[in-house]
T-cell receptor, first 112, second 115 residues
Framework: SQQGEEDPQALSIQEGENATMNCSYK?????LQWYRQNSGRGLVHLIL?????REKHSGRLRVTLDTSKKSSSLLITASRAADTASYFC????????????FGEGTQLTVNP | DAGVIQSPRHEVTEMGQEVTLRCKPI?????LFWYRQTMMRGLELLIY????????DSGMPEDRFSAKMPNASFSTLKIQPSEPRDSAVYFC?????????????FGPGTRLTVL
């Protein structure tokens, strides 16, 4: 099975609300990245968190990493309709170098 | 930079036909990845190259799939013969170095439909 597993699989919220997506992985990692995919498009990098970091912020994004639980969460604050997309976590593994393993993704729908 | 370029964007073909997907990575990126995305299996890594050399092709589903990178600015993924179960979106991505901390830049994908 894939290294990263996201939950929930789908999330529907109203504009202005916060959205939280979770990712769990199985083996030790060096880095964890979050990507976004709009319908019909390729994935776009959002944020990276290293294994020695616990929290990272970028604009309305907040990522946390708990290596003891092998899990990460992505929080989008004050969501907008334009945030509607699928969100994927990707892990590199301690020995996999540039090779990333992507989770199954969370489909986020933000209703206006 | 124009980003990663893929062609065609859409391909519809009949079972048994040969399909060739093309990718131009971002200039200066040493790593190129081919992924396949389906609803059932998610995003799967098929193969990746470093400096035009295939490094890991363990994700290539079977011998019907082959990939080449004749130079730093061009790669192809070929399926011959194609089957309906090959229908998927195929993405190409490139990155600068071997670090897992580097961003992978994805192309827009090729949506393949095999009838």
């Amino acid at each position: 099975s894939q290294q990263g597993e996201e939950d929930p699989q789908a999330l529907s919220i109203q504009e202005g609300e916060n959205a939280t997506m979770n990712c769990s992985y199985k083996t030790s990692i060096n880095n964890l990245q979050w990507y976004r995919q709009n319908s019909g498009r390729g994935l776009v990098h959002l944020i990276l968190i290293r294994s020695n970091e616990r929290e990272k912020h970028s604009g309305r994004l907040r990522v946390t990493l708990d290596t003891s639980k092998k899990s990460s969460s992505l929080l989008i604050t004050a969501s907008r309709a334009a945030d509607t997309a699928s969100y994927f976590c990707a892990t590199d593994g301690e020995t996999s170098g540039s090779r990333l393993t992507f989770g199954e993704g969370t489909q986020l729908t933000v209703n206006p | 930079d124009a980003g990663v370029i893929q062609s065609p964007r859409h391909e519809v073909t009949e079972m048994g036909q040969e399909v060739t997907l093309r990718c131009k990575p971002i200039s200066g990126h040493d790593y190129l990845f081919w992924y396949r995305q389906t609803m059932m299996r998610g995003l799967e890594l098929l193969i990746y190259f470093n400096n035009n050399v295939p490094i890991d092709d363990s994700g290539m589903p079977e011998d019907r799939f082959s990939a080449k990178m004749p130079n730093a600015s061009f790669s192809t993924l070929k399926i011959q013969p194609s089957e309906p179960r090959d229908s998927a979106v195929y993405f190409c991505a490139s990155t600068l170095s071997s670090s897992g901390a580097d961003t992978q830049y994805f192309g827009p994908g090729t949506r393949l439909t095999v009838l």
